[in-house]
């Protein structure tokens, strides 16, 4: 199946850009999502790409996809603490339905 | 113009007791999404279902777990004698019938198996 991989922890000044990494193992993903999930609250969709595109900006977020190493970035600018938060990457592979998810990275923006 | 709600938002249960899950979409989506979050993990996806069909179930426990979309009212997902590793916080997400790479999730229901 399907195997998605994230660091767990990233620290980063208020004011500073952060980097959230994924790599997957399935070259067959169509959709790549990012979610943002706040202590206790469910999932909010931030952004996905289509995986013929190489990279997609809204706002502060950009996202790019290197679909030879099969690794997909979520780049915050200007990170906020309110930024700090659990980000999920997620693919939708083939024709399934169903979103196979990444562990998740928690965003710490010290001051 | 409300997002995916679900209800009850926390939901204790003794062991062996029954637990249901309600999920109703967004105004106008079509396809329902159950998917299950342990304690510091990821989510994993449990089945997907359209008005009155079970569409993609590869993620259920083979046993004790069953989902339903009815014609009229929501999602139920609904999970019979419970057990401790039972707990864990349940999410819904819906989409529209020509979306769906498009999910958007509700706030959940955490799940408390004493």
């Known amino acids: 199946g399907e195997d998605v991989e994230q660091s767990l922890f990233l620290s980063v000044r208020e004011g500073d850009s952060s980097v959230i990494n994924c790599t997957y193992t399935d070259s067959s993903s169509t959709y790549l999502y990012w979610y943002k999930q706040e202590p206790g609250a469910g999932l909010q969709l931030l952004t996905y790409i289509f995986s013929n595109m190489d990279m997609k900006q809204d706002q502060r977020l950009t996202v790019l996809l290197n679909k030879k190493d099969k690794h997909l970035s979520l780049r915050i600018a200007d990170t906020q603490t309110g930024d700090s938060a659990i980000y999920f990457c997620a693919l939708k592979t083939g024709t399934a339905s169903k979103l196979t998810f990444g562990t998740g990275t928690r965003l710490q923006v010290t001051l | 113009n409300a997002g995916v709600m679900q209800n009850p938002r926390h939901l204790v249960r003794r062991r062996g007791q029954e637990a249901r899950l309600r999920c109703s979409p967004m105004k106008g989506h079509s396809h329902v999404y159950w998917y299950r979050q342990l304690p510091e993990e990821g989510l994993k996806f449990m089945v997907y279902?359209?008005?009155?069909?079970?569409?993609?179930e590869s993620g259920m426990p083979k046993e004790r777990f069953s989902a339903e979309f009815p014609k009229e009212g929501p999602s139920i997902l609904r999970i019979q004698q419970v057990v401790r590793g039972d707990s864990a916080a349940y999410f819904c997400?819906?989409?529209?019938?020509?979306?769906?790479?498009?999910?958007?999730f509700g706030p959940g229901t955490r799940l408390t198996v004493t």
């Open positions: 997400a819906s989409s529209a019938r020509d979306r769906e790479g498009e999910q958007y």
């Open positions: 279902l359209q008005k009155e069909n079970i569409i993609d």
